[in-house]
Every structure is written in C-alpha cells, then in structure tokens.
C-alpha cells in the first residue's frame, strides 16, 4: 500500500482493528486518540509485527489542536492518503431526558470531530494530489433505534457531511465515503452495557446480539477489511456511497 494514514479513535476497538489492519496493507498509520496511553498500545501491536505507527494524543472536537496535529502530519508525511473518522462517543437518551449539555458533547465529538478532522486532512489531500477518506457513521444514520436522539442526529450528520464532501471534491482525486457499522462487539459495548444496564448485562448482551438477522454482533476486523477496502485503490471507482456492515440489520429484517 505504501500509504499515509490517519485513524481517528484508533486506541481501542473498531478503530484499533482498522489501524492494525491497514498497518499490515503497507500504510504508515498516525494512530489519533484523545488517549495517549491507549494510542501508545495501539502503536506498539503494529510495531510488533515489524509495521510503521504513531501514536498522536488528540481530542477530536478541538478545531485549533485538530488543524495543528494534520499540519504537521502533512509536513513530516509529505501530505495524506487515508483518512478514516472513527472517534465517537455514545448516549442514551430520548428528547424529554437528553439535556442540552449532553446534546452539544456529543455532536462535539461525533460531528464537530468529523468535520475537524475533514477540514485539515482534505486540505493535506488536495496539496498531495487527492486521498480516500472513510467516516465510520452508524446504520442509526438512516433507521431508528430507542434512546438514541443524540447520537443518531450525530450519525446522520455525519452521512450528509459525506455525501458533501465526495460530491465537493469530484474533480479533485478525493474520495470519501462511509460505513454504517450494526452493533459491534468491542470495549465500547460492554463499558456500555455495564453502565446502563448494570443489572441485567448478560441478558442485555444477548439481547443486542440477537437483533442482528444474523444472530450475533459484528466484530471489529469486519468493519477493518472494509475500511481497507475503500482506502485501496480498488475502489478508485466508488464515493460518496453508505455501506452497512451489519449483519443484514438494514436490508434483510
């Protein structure tokens, strides 16, 4: 692959595996989380297997750290190749109980963050000659789920600054498209669980594997390979396109 990359919440779970994954491709990743510690973990399994990494401490929703970080990336890397927007947070919440302090972190994080992050690195894009970019949205971007209004609103905002962003830079080599991830069985799920369902965690694990069509949750490297895929140059040909990797929740209900 021999690439430039950058992964956004890349510290654990789907960003960790799209991180390792297009490490093992041939890219050099530049492994952001608002963690430095688990960045540093992240950076250390792909020096492991004799790949190139670095960890980058970094807050997505800072607009001014964001510009700073993909400048200087931009300089020591000659430009960027990939782009993949992972960092998120999650909520629970419906519009009667989600409170306006709740609302803003996360749009912060989950489409504030997109967009700083979109703005510095197709601006490095454009002066080495065009990218691929990969927002990880969710596939509550275009269905509904309960107590989701918060990250939902977030997800679709981020699937339409997709759309914009591809059709904006058409003429320009760039490439950005999005994965609708179901639920995926990572870190980030079970903390959720036993946070909001201290009590009954086993049933609700079993209860969000089952939504699924296909009986279980999805596992980080299946959210990886895609995201390889799109960043490769097999899929010169496509942008601006939503793919679910969900276990068939959107289409095969």
């Known amino acids: 692959m021999g690439k430039t990359a950058v992964v956004t919440g890349a510290g654990s779970g789907i ?3 799209i991180a390792i994954a297009l490490a093992r491709q041939g890219a050099f990743v530049n492994v952001l989380d608002v963690n430095d510690h688990t960045a540093e973990e992240t950076v250390e399994q792909i020096r492991s297997t004799g790949c190139q990494a670095e960890g980058i401490k970094c807050d997505v929703s800072n607009h001014v750290q964001v510009q700073e970080i993909f400048n200087k990336l931009g300089r ?6 990939c782009l993949v927007n992972n960092a998120g947070i999650a909520h629970v919440g419906n519009i009667t109980n989600t409170s306006d302090e709740d609302f803003d972190r996360v749009m912060s994080v989950n489409l504030k963050g997109v967009f700083n992050c979109l703005k510095g690195g197709v601006r490095q894009m454009l002066n080495s000659g065009g990218g691929a970019i990969v927002n990880i949205a969710s596939t509550v ?11 939902s609103t977030s997800k679709g905002g981020v699937l339409a600054m997709t759309y914009s962003v591809a059709k904006d830079h058409l003429n320009d080599s760039i490439r950005c498209n999005a994965i609708l991830p179901g639920r995926i069985h990572t870190p980030f799920v079970d903390g959720f669980i036993a946070e909001n369902y201290p009590n009954n965690q086993a049933e609700m694990f079993k209860k969000l594997a089952d939504y699924q069509p296909v009986g279980r949750m999805g596992k980080p490297e299946e959210v990886a390979a895609m995201a390889v895929f799109l960043c490769s140059d097999e899929a010169s040909f496509i942008t601006g396109c939503p793919f679910p990797v969900d276990g068939g929740t959107l289409y095969v209900r």
């Not at 020591?76 to 190749?81: C, K, N, V």
């Not at 971007?141 to 990250?151: G, Q, V």
């Open 15 to 17: 960003g960790q595996a």
């Open 76 to 81: 020591d890397r000659d430009g960027l190749d």
């Open 141 to 151: 971007a275009t269905m509904a789920i309960n107590d989701r209004l918060a990250y």
